[in-house]
C-alpha cells in the first residue's frame, strides 16, 4: 500500500494562532487539494495526522471539526481527491499524552488502523512537531515551507529536524517530488 500521512493546519489549509474553529475558517493552501488529487490519481492513500487542541480547549467542538472535514471532502472531490482517513488528537499540551505531536501516537494509530508498517512511509508537516512525531514512528519526514515554517523561506530550515528531513515549498512541490521518485525505475530492475 503507497501510504502518505499529511498535517492539516498550515499544510492542507491556512493555519491561524486563533485556530481554525469553523468550515468558513478552513481555507485550503494554493494547490494543495490538487497536490492531493494528484497522489491519488497515482495510486497513494492519503491520511491525515492532525493535532486539534481546540477541541480540548473548548474553542470548537466534534461536531464543527466533523463540518470542517466535510468541507474539505467537498472541496477535494471537485478536484479528484479524497482522504482515506483523519486521525486527530483532541488534548492540550498540559494532558501530556501519547497522541499529541511531536509524540508519535497518532502515526502508530494509522500504522495500526491500516495495517502497514510505517518505516519509510513519507509524512509532511508544517512544523518541527510534525516531522518529529513521523520520524519517531519511523516515517520518511518532510517539511514544507508553509503555515508555521514559512518563516523559513530563503532561509536555513529551523534546527532540531530528525535527520533526512526534506524540506518542499509547499505540498505541491512535495507531491512533485513523491510522484517523480515513484515514476523512477527501481535499482537493480
Known amino acids: 500500500m503507497?501510504?502518505?500521512i499529511l498535517d492539516r493546519d498550515g499544510t492542507i489549509n491556512s493555519d491561524s494562532d486563533d485556530f481554525v474553529k469553523t468550515p468558513d475558517e478552513w481555507l485550503p493552501l494554493p494547490g494543495a487539494l490538487e497536490a492531493i488529487a494528484r497522489l491519488n490519481h497515482a495510486g497513494w492513500h492519503v491520511v491525515i495526522a492532525s493535532n486539534q487542541s481546540g477541541l480540548g480547549r473548548g474553542l470548537f467542538d466534534v461536531v464543527s471539526l466533523n463540518a470542517m472535514h466535510a468541507k474539505m471532502y467537498k472541496l477535494l472531490a471537485l478536484q479528484g481527491g479524497r482522504i482515506d482517513a483523519v486521525f486527530f488528537?483532541?488534548?492540550t499540551a498540559e494532558e501530556h499524552c501519547h497522541c499529541r505531536k511531536p509524540q508519535p501516537g497518532l502515526f502508530e494509530q494509522i500504522g495500526m488502523r491500516f495495517g502497514v508498517p510505517l518505516k519509510g512511509v513519507p509524512t509532511v508537516g508544517d512544523s518541527l512537531r510534525d516531522v518529529l512525531?513521523?520520524?519517531a514512528a519511523g516515517c520518511e519526514p518532510h517539511l514544507v515551507l508553509t503555515g508555521k515554517s514559512q518563516k523559513y523561506r530563503?532561509?536555513?530550515?529551523?534546527?532540531?529536524?530528525?535527520a533526512g528531513t526534506?524540506?518542499?515549498h509547499d505540498l505541491s512541490a512535495f507531491a512533485d517530488f513523491i510522484l517523480a521518485r515513484s515514476a523512477q525505475p527501481e535499482a537493480g530492475s
Open 133 to 135: 512525531a513521523g520520524a
Open 89 to 91: 488528537c483532541p488534548h
Open 166 to 168: 526534506l524540506v518542499h
Open 154 to 162: 530563503g532561509m536555513a530550515p529551523p534546527e532540531g529536524l530528525p
Open 2 to 4: 503507497k501510504l502518505v
